[in-house]
């Protein structure tokens, strides 16, 4: 009887811990939709316009990125599957560098620059890594966890987002990337 218990209790933590690595939510709501390019019921139509803190200090706008195809993503240092993408992410952005392509990190919720300039060298992120705020959340539509990315055309039109991690997702993404790309030539 006490083997069957523990082996119940063996099950339903390896379940619990999947259910926590794929997401690192921000809100209460545990049932989020996976494709959030709608807002109100509408595809969002354009890249929406907002600023974002460079790890510099800088500050940049969104038309900075302008004709490129986007890969936006809204991560935290304290998410666990977030830092289990960079390595992915870090591929991607090498693997289409030089064209019309650019993967931006967007921080939330981690501190200011200096708590988080050690995280993006301890993790080597190559990619560049901006601090979010209320306001691009907003004009993103909202995020209801992390992380959450979203795959932008050279037009500006969200063509698909993901909430949490999935086992295909950067796959998914690159794929995604190399047929905008392409159509866009």
Known sequence: MQIL???RLNLFLLAFSSVLLSNCSNSGDKEQPNDLTKKNGHMQSSLPAFTLQAMDGNIISSQTFHGNVL???FWATWCRPCITEIP????LNAKYEGQ???????TMDSGD???IKPF???FAIQYPIYVGDSHVVDVFGGVQGYPTTFVIDK???IQKSYLGIARDK??????????LLRESS
């Open 100 to 106: 019309d392509f650019r993967f931006v990190g967007i």
């Open 5 to 7: 218990t523990r082996s």
């Open 120 to 122: 993006v060298s301890k």
């Open 71 to 73: 890969v936006v993503d």
């Open 155 to 157: 037009h500006g039109t």
């Open 170 to 179: 950067a796959e998914e993404i690159d794929a995604l990337v190399e047929k």
């Open 88 to 91: 992915k992410y870090n591929r």
């Open 113 to 115: 620059l200096e708590t």
